[in-house]
């Protein structure tokens, strides 16, 4: 079965850090595109970035271009967000999304998501 959870969000200050994870299992991340979501009160559903290690391309949405990372780690089977410079206006709550298809996943309509991770940014 595939699931996905979700950990490391909290309270930052502005221009602070935090690395989010999105563990896996029931799955190997490297055969999926992994994709990061975040939702801020009142607002939509946005998508933040993307991984594909088996097609080797990665998405960024442009407001965290420069200062957010995606990566995985092949061992733990989890793929981690690396945010830096934070800003209030990245407070949100950010969920992981798995899907065989890129395309899916860049669109939001993968089936499997995790339960989310606060991520709160506030001086």
């Known amino acids: 079965q595939l699931q996905l959870v979700e950990s490391g969000g909290g309270l930052v200050q502005p221009g602070g850090s935090l690395r989010l994870s999105c563990a896996a299992s029931g799955f190997t991340v490297d055969y999926y595109a992994i994709g990061w979501f975040r939702q801020a009160p009142g607002k939509e559903r946005e998508g933040v970035s993307c991984?594909?290690?088996?097609?080797?391309?990665?998405y960024y949405t442009d407001s965290v271009k420069g200062r957010f990372t995606i990566s995985r780690d092949n061992a733990k089977n989890t793929v981690y967000l690396q945010m830096n410079s934070l800003k209030p206006e990245d407070t949100a709550v950010y969920y992981c999304?798995?899907?065989?298809?890129?395309?899916?996943?860049?669109?939001?309509?993968?089936?499997?998501w995790g339960q989310g991770t606060l991520v709160t940014v506030s001086s």
């Open positions: 991984i594909s290690i088996s097609e080797g391309r990665t």
């Open positions: 999304s798995a899907d065989p298809s890129w395309n899916t996943v860049i669109a939001g309509r993968s089936g499997a």
